[in-house]
């Protein structure tokens, strides 16, 4: 994950379009194509799993910052 130096955001991907969200505040970053009407429920579905999203990149962080060290 090479972009976890960047605060937490959301890449979506569909039918080789992508688009960016940063997720505190939720706001788009890049659209990457996607029309208002599908960045507009991408939101929605970044706003209803937010706090899984959250944990799964401080998740990842902790697992990039562990990576390398020895016990």
Known sequence: MADLNEPIHIHVYK????AKFWVSPISCANSGGF?????????RLIEKYLT??????????EKQNNAGRTS
């Open 15 to 18: 039918d080789g379009k992508e």
């Open 35 to 43: 029309s208002h009407q599908e960045l507009r429920h991408a939101e």
């Open 52 to 61: 899984d999203l959250i944990t799964l990149w401080r998740q990842a962080e």
